[in-house]
T-cell receptor
């Protein structure tokens, strides 16, 4: 059965304190792995897509990496505005392209 | 605003009533998806349209749920005889024919009392 597990469930950081969020997954065949940011009461905002092991993507203070079993979202020198829930989702090649399997997310709080 | 638009943003209804939500995707996006998200959980896939054709439905989409996308433009999601367990955020997303990522709308928060 396809599964996505994110850890930790919640993470509190001081401004400038770098850290990483983890997304481990189990799928028959990975078509793509996605990272989203979600603010309270809003829809997920697309951040990155990763397709193959070894791939990396960067955007401002965020960097996403992918291995065959997991992905990491590295946050460098975070700011309070980075506070949000970060969702990881995978696309199994057996499913339609829109059928993403999401993890429960990591709630990140960055204190000034 | 050129993003995915969902209406209404909030809906409170009594148990047993029918409700309908609307989603306007990003123009020229031929793929449209509906997801449901409950508190503390990630979104769960409900259904997928390519143009006007509904190509996939999740087991979560019981007989009380129906979705349409006439003419391949906007989409509606109807829930009949609502139950308290239907209370959730209903998210719509769209994507172009190429590429696997999806742009989500702000969602419709449904509360069944």
């Amino acid at each position: 059965e396809d599964q996505v597990t994110q850890s930790p469930e919640a993470l509190r950081l001081q401004e400038g304190e770098s850290s990483s969020l983890n997304c481990s997954y189990t799928v028959s065949g990975l078509r793509g792995l996605f990272w989203y940011r979600q603010d309270p009461g809003k829809g997920p905002e697309f951040l990155f897509t990763l397709y193959s092991a070894g791939e990396e993507k960067e955007k401002e203070r965020l960097k996403a990496t992918l291995t065959k079993k997991e992905s990491f979202l590295h946050i460098t020198a975070p700011k309070p505005e980075d506070s949000a829930t970060y969702l990881c989702a995978v696309q199994d090649e057996r499913r339609s392209q829109g059928n993403l399997i999401f993890g429960k997310g990591t709630k990140l709080s960055v204190k000034p | 605003d050129t993003g995915v638009s969902q209406n209404p943003r909030h809906k409170i209804t009594k148990r047993g009533q029918n409700v309908t939500f609307r989603c306007d995707p990003i123009s020229e996006h031929n793929r449209l998806y509906w997801y449901r998200q409950t508190l503390g959980q990630g979104p769960e896939f409900l259904t997928y349209f390519q143009n006007e054709a509904q190509l996939e439905k999740s087991r979560l989409l019981s007989d009380r749920f129906s979705a349409e996308r006439p003419k391949g433009s906007f989409s509606t999601l109807e829930i009949q005889r609502t139950e308290q367990g239907d209370s959730a955020m209903y998210l719509c997303a769209s994507s172009p024919g190429t590429g696997g990522f999806a742009f989500f709308g702000q969602g419709t928060r449904l509360t069944v009392v």
